[in-house]
């Protein structure tokens, strides 16, 4: 049974910073593209970053290029999405997504197969 726990979130000031991880089980996890994801009150869940199995392909929401980093350690099986210069809107709960079967997981939500409980990350103007 795959399990994915986040951690990290919490409460920021506007332009300060926030390390999101994810600790993957029960899953072969190099073989299984990830993502972040996050949802805003009375707002649909939007795509934020993600990566493919090796590390080397990243992607980003507009919204996030340049501010947010997303990595993954194999070795551990963690993924994480570092955020910097926060927002206030970037206020949402933020979920680990994992996708077995494709190289690069992309963007769609609904071909990730695996989800986090969420974690919240507020921030304050």
């Known amino acids: 049974q795959v399990q994915l726990v986040e951690s990290g979130g919490g409460l920021v000031q506007a332009g300060g910073s926030l390390r999101l991880s994810c600790a993957a089980s029960?899953?072969?996890?190099?073989?299984?593209?990830l993502g972040w994801f996050r949802q805003a009150p009375g707002k649909e869940r939007e795509f934020v970053a993600a990566?493919?199995?090796?590390?080397?392909?990243?992607d980003y929401a507009d919204s996030v290029k340049g501010r947010f980093t997303i990595s993954r350690d194999n070795a551990k099986n963690t993924v994480s999405l570092q955020m910097n210069s926060l927002k206030p809107e970037d206020t949402a709960v933020y979920y680990c997504?994992?996708?077995?079967?494709?190289?690069?997981?992309?963007?769609?939500?609904?071909?990730?197969?695996?989800w986090g409980q969420g974690t919240q990350v507020t921030v304050s103007s």
């Open positions: 997504a994992a996708r077995s079967g494709a190289y690069f997981p992309g963007r769609q939500a609904a071909d990730f197969g695996s």
């Open positions: 029960g899953l072969s996890f190099s073989s299984y593209g």
């Open positions: 990566i493919s199995w090796s590390g080397r392909i990243t």
